[in-house]
């Protein structure tokens, strides 16, 4: 099991997704706030936790799906988050993947060194486990929001978001193999 390669699998995965779809809808997120890109992903979470808990999903998608959406979504929160509401609302194709790519590789420099501290404990976890810390996380980021971004000794939005998507993409990472 080599965690870069199946890491970088997962965000390729994702990326994809998300050319794709900027390719439908432009970069309308950028209207966003920040609280309402962490509700979007706490809908995300809350529907994984249910098709977890119920076994079952009325719509015709499955965890995978969101747990897509939830990198993508927690990208997007730390792309808004460095650009902030000020600027334009459309930005050019190549320079928003270009800012995908930068924060996908800073969060996979935070996944690398929390997996040497943590001894690649994820791989011994439920993907139920996963959800359960994306959706803490979640209610993190809503305190520190509800907060007004003060913190006194957290890492703040930024490192939730960054978790998120690490969580995430562990989760996309377990789902295949046990597919496999």
């Known amino acids: 099991m080599n965690t870069a390669a199946q890491y970088a699998e997962a965000i390729l995965t994702c990326r994809t997704l998300f ?104 791989r011994d976890m439920r993907i139920s486990s996963l959800t359960d810390l994306v959706l803490m996380k979640l209610h993190r980021i809503k305190q520190i929001e509800d907060n007004e971004g003060e913190t006194r000794v957290s890492e703040g939005v930024q490192g939730g978001y960054a978790d998120i998507a690490n969580y995430s993409l562990f989760a996309l990472i377990k789902m295949k193999e046990n597919v496999a």
């Open 19 to 122: 050319a794709k779809k900027m390719k439908d809808y432009g970069t309308a997120w950028r209207i966003m706030r920040l609280p309402s890109l962490t509700d979007q992903l706490y809908i995300k979470a809350k529907r994984i936790r249910s098709i977890e808990q119920n076994g079952m999903s009325k719509v015709d998608e499955g965890i995978e799906p969101e747990f897509i959406a939830l990198v993508n979504y927690a990208y997007l929160a730390l792309i808004q988050n460095k650009l902030g509401l000020d600027g334009e609302i459309e930005l050019p194709h190549d320079e928003t993947l270009r800012m995908y790519d930068e924060v996908a590789e800073e969060t996979r420099e935070l996944m690398e060194a929390k997996n040497h501290d943590y001894g690649e404990a994820w």
